[in-house]
């Protein structure tokens, strides 16, 4: 299956445990994958025939801006779906990255990834 990934989205936003998270946000890095067959866009090289990454990227971003999670797994939930959306993806990974982490010993970043294929049905 061929794929389509959007790498490294910057998204300032108000997710964490911590009550300063919440209040003040922060960035937040996030990665996508969708598998999707490609085949006929690169026949016919017309956007209609593929999935519009710029139209991904807008709602990705519009999603993790919107709610104020807890969770980054939640965050990538919320990504997943609209990554799943789209009838023509076969599956799809995202990763959401908290460079930012609030935590006791040095760290880069923590991320989280989770990726999910629709059921053949």
Same mark, same amino acid.
């Given at each position: ?30 990665? %996508? ?11 016919? @090289? ?28 939640? %965050? ?28 006791? %010993? ?12 629709? @059921?053949?049905?």
């Amino acid at each position: 299956m061929d794929r389509i990934e959007v790498v490294g989205l910057e998204v300032w936003a108000h997710h964490g445990v911590l009550l300063h998270e919440q209040a003040l946000g922060q960035r937040f890095v996030v990665d %996508v994958a969708v598998e999707v067959d490609l085949s006929t866009a690169m026949v016919s @090289d017309d956007l209609g025939d593929t999935l519009d990454y710029g139209v991904l990227a807008q709602e990705v971003h519009r999603v993790v801006t919107e709610a104020k999670d807890q969770l980054i797994e939640r %965050v990538a939930a919320r990504v997943l779906d609209v990554c799943l959306s789209d009838e023509r993806v076969a599956a799809a990974e995202v990763t959401v990255h908290k460079p930012s982490v609030p935590l006791t %010993v040095p760290a880069t970043e923590v991320r989280v990834t989770v990726r999910r294929e629709r @059921d053949p049905a």
